[in-house]
């Protein structure tokens, strides 16, 4: 998908530039391109070091933890009967929200899959997708993150007056995504019940 | 926003003295972050190059301004500053396309625009539903993936939406 969008992106900047007769523009366009992408990324190297250093704190300070423990009674509303069913799911369920959370993407990832594999195990029919996956796929989708510490560090590097400001619009955001696809998920479950 | 202000220090702090008081050798654990930190740019850092370069081209050469010409009457009606519609779009396909895409906007109109706030904030409250739903589908083979990415796809749009008027709010 994403090879098909570049692929459009490029040739169609390129055609433009053929068309204008601007072969010259787009040369200059081309080394400015990869010399200002340098530039942000040295930018960039510093200050995500420095985030990356206070987000393994709080991995290994028990921070996470603590915020799993904090969303565990959420999550058995969202997953009626789960923890009855298989413990483990749940318990993947709340880490790999709870490291979505805290933006540790690169951790989140293991957890949402052994997540997955635990509620297949459940799965009466394997290769259709169980409510409950459903409904973690669309909480994974607009993931609260208290802390987007890229674009900060990007916002930062691109000197912005004070690169956290935009923690709390992302939160308010976050939340009615969220809350917009919890609805629309018990919607379609209802319908998908009534088509059957 | 005085109180937004704190936030941040604040919660730094309150990490720092929590790992200090749990007993976590806090200098050690922070380098180990750190490094993971480097890796971490090193390797988004071809992504973020190859995706501003295409994107690059295509703003530099007018053909950006055309694509936003021909959806300019959608984000007319709804409000939408044109420059974020690239961002909205690319959100759900791609991270680090979008993660390129902000950047460009956050050059293109000022990092404390409007536009480049919004960039941002769409950035930090979306997934990437597509790759999320085939990573995590395609790693228990389920086929059927039902509702999922209709569902998805419809939060990810009025979270769109609410980005553009919450931002709308806080920054003007």
Known sequence: MINIIWFVILAAGILTFMIK???????????????NSIELLMALLGIM????????????????????????????ILFPNLEKRNKKALGSIVMNIATNMMGLSNA?????INAMKELQSINPVKERASDYMITFIIINGACVQFLPATVISIRAGLSAKDPADIILPTIITTLTALISGLIFNILYNKKDMADK | ?????????????????????????????????????????YSIAPYLLTMLFAIDIFRKSGAMDYFIYVLKPMSKVLKIPEGVIPMILIKPLSGSGALGVMTDIMKQYGVDSIEGRIAAVMMGSTETIFYTISIYFGSVNVK????????SLIAHIIGSLAAVYICYYFFR
């Open chain 1, 21 to 35: 007769g601007d072969t010259r523009g787009l040369l200059q366009a081309m080394s400015n391109s990869a010399q």
């Open chain 1, 49 to 76: 070091a420095v985030w990356s250093g206070i987000m393994k704190l709080c991995e290994k300070s028990g921070i996470v933890d603590a915020l799993a423990k904090i969303l565990s009674p959420i999550m058995r």
């Open chain 1, 108 to 112: 989140a990832t293991p957890f949402g």
């Open chain 2, 1 to 41: 926003m005085n109180i937004g202000v704190y936030f941040l220090p604040l919660l730094i702090l309150f990490i720092l003295i929590y790992s200090f008081v749990k007993k976590v050798r806090v200098y050690e654990t922070f380098i180990e972050g750190v490094k993971e930190g480097f890796a971490s740019v």
């Open chain 2, 144 to 151: 059927d993936i039902r509702y999922s990415l209709k569902a």
